[in-house]
């Protein structure tokens, strides 16, 4: 959160992980232990559902395929998974982009998602919302395709 980055750049020479914790308590109270946590849920919520029901739609638009011995299933499934997982990461980016952003940055930029939102757009339009997608994808397709 940025009450951890806060305490980082103090200097304090903290020993360990309570007196950290003390720390982020007393500058945001509780709500410092879970910002940005509804952006996750909602992430992780779109995000599976999104993957999975990608995954069937494309079971069922490849399933042809698996008629010809010519092509292994193995190479049908991978791409099944790697494609819903591409159009997945295309829709969920955005709510990471945020989340990332509200955590990182936190009450130094941002008082609340709304904010983070329309600040991340007047700043970068619609492309800031998709920066670090390149790598995403890099990492996430062939991963889910495995």
């Known amino acids: 959160t940025s009450s951890i980055m ?4 103090m200097n304090n020479g903290f020993s360990g992980m309570y007196q950290v914790m003390k720390e982020i308590f007393k500058m945001e ?9 509804l952006l996750g849920i909602g ?4 995000g599976a559902g999104l ?7 494309t079971h069922m638009q490849t399933k042809e395929l698996r008629k010809f011995k010519y092509v292994p299933s193995a190479v049908i499934d991978f791409y099944n998974a790697s494609f819903s997982k591409a159009i997945t990461a295309l829709v969920v980016n955005p709510i990471t982009m945020v989340k990332t952003r509200f955590e990182c940055v936190g009450n130094n930029e941002y008082k609340n998602i709304r904010e983070a939102v329309s600040t991340i757009y007047a700043r970068d339009g619609l492309k800031g919302f998709y920066k670090g997608m390149f790598t995403t994808l890099l990492r996430d397709v062939p991963w889910s395709g495995v």
């Open 6 to 9: 806060t305490i980082k750049n």
């Open 29 to 37: 109270g509780y709500k410092g232990f879970f910002r940005g946590s």
């Open 51 to 57: 993957f999975f029901t990608g995954l069937e739609n």
């Open 43 to 46: 992430k992780s919520t779109i």
